[in-house]
């Protein structure tokens, strides 16, 4: 990702604008494949010389935002390795008492050869005095030594570029609005769920046809993390999987923090750079499924494979879908294991008004409190844990809620 200094934007009447360059332009094209070419060149070389060859390329000032805007991102899929034999903290200690011994050896004299120093630490490690030398301060960045780097193709490297120009802004949101529609189930299902995935606040509401979508930004009153700003940020690939989309974030700009607006649209073509991947399940979850599978043969147990309208305000897919064989009957398991406290009870609220009411809701005790009064109200079956979940008490509350769906 581009670090606050290399997002290039321009600021245009309260939007900002970022310089997406053109990934079919020949000249940027030509760049990108230089910088590609100057990684690969460098395996197996120090980070010191690969640095200096890239100062050749990049030069100085801020017209280089794009050279050193993708030769960041292209570091970023490099790895270095402390190129020594010995541990170089190791090898210092090494060759300090070596020169102390020296000194003392040779005390009245006219002091001690530094060669002198290096054989006798050699010696001692069964190394070349070269290799002393070389790993002496190996553990520098400068010193350090490329070993490997997934280069990408230029034009996907571009393609990038114009991603982390984008994540970069999104850093200084205060909140994001996202209008979805036109999608599958099967494409809203796995929407909401990679918000829940990047443990994301999120509001939702019926538009139309479609959803939307209201994110609180890491800027916001609610949320001022870095941690929680990355998170929104990178799950911004995520959504250029899908289409029919429209994005606009609220900003909290620059050091004055002054307010500005960013808008995305699915049309503008900006390209994941990552996969969307299989289905993620909360690890309470993963811990949970073969457990409580082996103890309920009578009944099919899976993934949340469904999207349940909460009366236009909100959806719920559920963390666990169970069906009884024989009867057919259904209940649904949602797990709050890592929520902020006050989102737990809006979304408490929200399914004591519109949830199903064969649904049994897991709460981990620490989340508990702050909204114990809704959690009473729920129609279905509560759960409280501590570290792990019970599959007994998971399969008596499903139990007991249970029913017939068709």
Same mark, same amino acid.
């Given at each position: 990702?581009?670090?606050?200094?290399?997002?290039?934007?321009?600021?245009?009447?309260?939007?900002?604008?970022?310089?997406?360059?053109?990934?079919?332009?020949?000249?940027?094209?030509?760049?990108?494949?230089?910088?590609?070419?100057?990684?690969?060149?460098?395996?197996?070389?120090?980070?010191?010389?690969?640095?200096?060859?890239?100062?050749?390329?990049?030069g100085?000032?801020?017209?280089?935002?794009?050279?050193?805007?993708l030769?960041?991102?292209?570091?970023?899929?490099?790895?270095?390795?402390?190129a020594?034999?010995?541990?170089?903290?190791?090898?210092?200690?090494?060759?300090?008492?070596?020169?102390?011994?020296?000194?003392r050896?040779?005390?009245?004299?006219?002091?001690?050869?530094?060669?002198?120093?290096?054989?006798?630490?050699?010696?001692?490690?069964?190394?070349?005095?070269?290799?002393?030398?070389?790993?002496?301060?190996?553990?520098?960045?400068?010193?350090?030594?490329?070993?490997?780097?997934?280069?990408?193709?230029?034009?996907?490297?571009?393609?990038?570029?114009?991603?982390?120009?984008?994540?970069?802004?999104?850093?200084?949101?205060?909140?994001?609005?996202?209008?979805?529609?036109?999608?599958?189930?099967?494409?809203?299902?796995?929407?909401?769920?990679?918000?829940?995935?990047?443990?994301?606040?999120?509001?939702?509401?019926?538009?139309?046809?479609?959803?939307?979508?209201?994110?609180?930004?890491?800027?916001?009153?609610?949320q001022?993390?870095?941690?929680?700003?990355?998170?929104?940020?990178?799950?911004?690939?995520?959504?250029?999987?899908?289409?029919?989309?429209?994005?606009?974030a609220?900003?909290?700009?620059?050091?004055?923090?002054?307010?500005?607006?960013?808008?995305?649209? /699915? =049309?503008?073509?900006?390209?994941?750079?990552? %996969? +969307?991947? $299989?289905?993620? !399940?909360?690890?309470?979850? *993963?811990? #949970?499924?073969p457990?409580?599978?082996?103890?309920?043969?009578d009944?099919?147990?899976?993934?949340?494979?469904?999207?349940?309208?909460?009366?236009?305000?909100?959806?719920?897919?559920?963390?666990?879908?169970?069906?009884?064989?024989?009867?057919?009957?259904?209940?649904?398991?949602?797990?709050?294991?890592?929520?902020?406290?006050?989102?737990?009870?809006?979304?408490?609220?929200?399914?004591?008004?519109?949830?199903?009411?064969?649904?049994?809701?897991?709460?981990?005790?620490?989340? /508990? =409190?702050?909204?114990?009064?809704?959690?009473? %109200? +729920?129609? $279905?079956?509560? !759960?409280?844990?501590?570290? *792990?979940? #019970?599959?007994?008490?998971?399969?008596?509350a499903?139990?007991?809620?249970?029913?017939a769906?068709?």
């Open positions: 990702m581009l670090t606050a200094e290399l997002v290039n934007v321009r600021l245009y009447k309260g939007e900002i604008k970022p310089r997406y360059v053109d990934a079919d332009d020949d000249q940027v094209l030509g760049l990108a494949e230089q910088l590609i070419d100057a990684f690969a060149q460098a395996v197996g070389q120090r980070r010191g010389d690969l640095d200096a060859e890239l100062e050749d390329i990049l100085n000032g801020t017209s280089f935002l794009l050279h050193r805007g030769a960041k991102l292209l570091r970023d899929r490099c790895v270095f390795e402390t020594s034999p010995v541990p170089p903290e190791d090898l210092r200690r090494q060759v300090f008492e070596a020169a102390a011994i020296a000194r050896e040779g005390a009245g004299g006219s002091g001690f050869a530094r060669q002198d120093v290096l054989e006798r630490t050699a010696e001692a490690l069964d190394l070349t005095a070269e290799a002393v030398e070389a790993g002496l301060f190996a553990d520098l960045q400068d010193q350090q030594v490329l070993i490997d780097a997934e280069l990408p193709k230029a034009r996907a490297l571009l393609d990038r570029y114009n991603v982390a120009l984008a994540q970069g802004v999104l850093l200084r949101a205060r909140q994001l609005e996202i209008r979805v529609t036109g999608l599958s189930s099967r494409d809203y299902e796995s929407l909401f769920r990679q918000i829940h995935f990047h443990q994301l606040m999120h509001r939702v509401s019926r538009d139309g046809t479609g959803w939307c979508i209201i994110l609180d930004g890491p800027i916001s009153a609610l001022s993390s870095g941690r929680y700003g990355l998170a929104m940020a990178k799950f911004l690939p995520t959504l250029l999987h899908f289409g029919g989309w429209t994005l606009e609220r900003l909290a700009w620059g050091k004055r923090r002054r307010r500005y607006l960013f808008h995305l649209t /699915a =049309a503008q073509g900006l390209r994941p750079h990552t %996969k +969307l991947g $299989g289905r993620w !399940l909360p690890d309470e979850v *993963t811990a #949970l499924l457990r409580i599978s082996s103890l309920a043969p009944w099919s147990v899976r993934a949340g494979d469904v999207l349940i309208d909460l009366g236009g305000l909100g959806v719920l897919v559920p963390d666990l879908v169970f069906e009884h064989t024989a009867s057919g009957k259904v209940a649904y398991l949602e797990i709050f294991g890592f929520w902020n406290k006050g989102a737990v009870s809006k979304r408490v609220r929200l399914l004591n008004k519109h949830g199903p009411p064969n649904v049994v809701v897991a709460v981990l005790g620490s989340l /508990a =409190a702050g909204a114990a009064e809704d959690l009473e %109200k +729920l129609p $279905g079956q509560v !759960l409280l844990f501590k570290r *792990t979940i #019970l599959p007994k008490k998971v399969l008596r499903v139990e007991s809620v249970a029913r769906e068709r």
